[in-house]
């Protein structure tokens, strides 16, 4: 279920630096984004384990999307799930390429963005779990991947930080593959084996045949004049073939 939460304008007590996820409480500069990232999965996932939740793994094709959002939200000054031009995070994903060859997933998103102190990733995470809808996101037994991205500035200000997480589960096809590129040639259809043609033997008649046939020519009364001709005419080729 997609979710959006600001922070920044109200006021809640300051939540405590987590022992076990160094960054927590760190500024989110440009310099400090990779482990304001890791202090983020190491918060949600602490959330998780005690509700007895497997651990989310960070996702690179969910970390693209959402890396990108979080840039397009403060570029663009808007601060929703869907962008100016109607794209969605289904869209988003699909065009990362997280959801192609897929025969089943499901997907969800939060967003915040937060200045001062409440930009810091125990901030976020805080905020997150106290809202039923986001909560439900970080707690949900289905999703087991996560990507997370995270853009200096907010919507309204060039100070602070925007947030994005989305989360992922996938079912792959069998057998399924990466779709073919632009321009490759499909495989040729599976045909059915031909015979190889069977040779057929040449219709000629031997020597001696022949020989055979003009002696029952001569003694045939039955014989027309034609065939006695032809006999007549191989027996003095021959007569002629034996003089030489």
């Not at 927590?24 to 984004?33: D, E, G, M, R």
């Not at 990779?34 to 690179?60: F, H, Y």
């Not at 840039?71 to 962008?83: E, I, N």
Request: hydrophobic letters at 35%; proline letters at 7%.
């Amino acid at each position: 279920m997609p979710l959006a939460v600001a922070l920044g304008l109200l006021c809640f007590p300051a939540e405590p630096a987590s022992a076990a996820c160094p960054g927590a409480t760190a500024a989110p500069s440009a310099s400090a984004l990779p482990g304001v990232k890791g202090a983020t999965l190491c918060l949600l996932n602490e959330r998780r384990a005690q509700a007895g939740l497997p651990a989310l793994t960070s996702d690179r094709l969910l970390e693209e999307a959402a890396t990108r959002f979080s840039a397009r939200m403060v570029a663009q000054r808007f601060f929703s799930h869907d962008a100016p031009d109607g794209t969605d995070l289904g869209d988003r994903l699909r065009a990362s390429g997280y959801l192609n060859g897929l025969s089943g997933w499901s997907i969800g998103e939060n967003i915040a963005y937060g200045t001062g102190s409440y930009a810091t990733a125990s901030s976020i995470v805080r905020m997150w779990m106290e809202s039923p809808g986001h909560r439900a996101n970080i707690l949900s037994g289905r999703f087991r991947a996560i990507g997370i991205g995270i853009a200096t500035g907010t919507p309204r200000s060039s100070s602070g930080a925007t947030y994005t997480t989305d989360f992922g589960s996938t079912v792959r096809s069998a057998g399924s593959t990466s779709p073919p590129a632009a321009g490759s040639t499909p495989p040729a259809p599976q045909t059915a084996p031909r015979r190889p043609a069977k040779k057929r033997k040449k219709a000629t008649r031997s020597k001696r045949a022949r020989r055979l046939n003009c002696r029952r020519v001569r003694r045939s009364r039955r014989a027309t004049r034609a065939q006695k001709r032809r006999c007549a005419r191989a027996r003095r080729a021959r007569g002629r073939g034996r003089r030489r």
